[in-house]
């Protein structure tokens, strides 16, 4: 991949890669025509690290206001996804997300956690009762 590929994909400059270059901060070839190339797998190697250092950053504000904070009481992990669960107060929460994510966060039983809900629909249900009385 020809170095501004590379700069767009990890969201800095080129100028940036140059630098991490000489630094020995990335790994860069030369064509024959002496282009700068990252190859794939070092491009996947930097996401991965600046995703982890990005995720050291703590969280000071969020849009979000439904927080539950409580304790991981399952974590089933497939191939592909995992549903965690956590218990706070009388609530209980499910979330499905990417066994990745859950391998990243080190999701175990018994761990503290916080879920945030933010959700895009509410669904109101009227029970039978309630209707009935409406009708009346």
């Known amino acids: ?5 590379a700069a767009e994909a990890l969201g800095v400059s080129v100028e940036t890669l140059r630098r991490w270059e000489a630094r020995g901060t990335i790994a860069v070839t030369r064509s024959a025509g002496g282009q700068r190339l990252i190859d794939a ?7 991965a690290t600046r995703r ?16 539950f904070a409580g304790v991981v009481t399952r974590v089933e992990r497939d191939g592909v996804a995992a549903v965690v669960e956590v218990v706070s ?4 929460l499910v979330s499905l997300m990417t066994a990745e994510a859950a391998e990243e ?13 933010k959700a895009t629909n509410v669904v109101i ?3 039978a009762r309630s209707r009935e009385r409406g009708q009346g």
Do not use: K, T, Y
Request: hydrophobic letters at 35%.
């Open 52 to 67: 982890h250092e990005q995720d050291d950053r703590p969280i000071v504000a969020q849009s979000a206001r439904n927080r």
């Open 105 to 117: 966060l080190n999701l175990r039983e018994g761990d503290e956690a916080v879920c945030v809900v």
């Open 1 to 5: 991949m020809r170095i501004g590929q």
């Open 41 to 47: 797998a070092e491009l996947s190697r930097q996401l």
């Open 89 to 92: 107060g009388p609530h209980r």
């Open 125 to 127: 249900e009227v029970p």
